[in-house]
């Protein structure tokens, strides 16, 4: 095993634990505040724009990419960086052909500022601190 393979698998380590706790922190929040889930058949009924949702609008989608990529460097397999640059052309195409224009309909105004303040993909630095008055659903 070369020396800097130790440090890379840690890395990895660490990069597959962070996807991990995103993931499951991005579905608790859909559940626990968004009353709904992931999934088309049953989408949330309010918009989610709290939690790591104050730095990424897909944050599943980047835990998961994550979590490919970070299995690749603990096992030291360069066919799951094509694998996880596959998953991020998939969920990209899912994003922008059917997720936004679904919630665009569904919450309007609302999801037009989270898009004009929140990224897609990459995080923010700092997080976003704008409100959403569910109330008003």
């Known amino acids: 095993m070369p020396p800097g393979f130790l440090l890379v698998r840690l890395l ?5 634990a962070g996807s991990i706790l995103l993931l499951l922190e991005a579905f608790a929040r859909f559940a626990l505040q968004g009353l709904g889930t992931p999934a088309p058949v049953s989408p949330t009924r309010y918009l989610v724009v709290t939690g790591f949702y104050r730095y990424v ?3 599943m989608y980047v835990a998961v990419v994550g979590a490919i990529l970070g299995q690749s460097m ?5 066919m799951l960086v094509l694998y996880a640059a596959l ?3 998939v969920s990209h195409l899912f994003v922008v052909t059917y997720e936004e224009p679904t919630l665009r309909r569904k919450f309007g105004d609302e999801y037009a500022e989270f898009c004009a303040n929140v990224p897609r993909r990459l995080p923010r630095l700092r997080p976003w601190n704008g409100r959403v008055d ?4």
């Open 74 to 78: 603990i096992l030291g397999n360069l």
């Open 12 to 16: 990895g380590i660490l990069i597959l």
């Open 57 to 59: 609008r897909n944050p």
């Open 87 to 89: 998953g991020c052309l």
């Open 134 to 137: 569910h109330d008003q659903q």
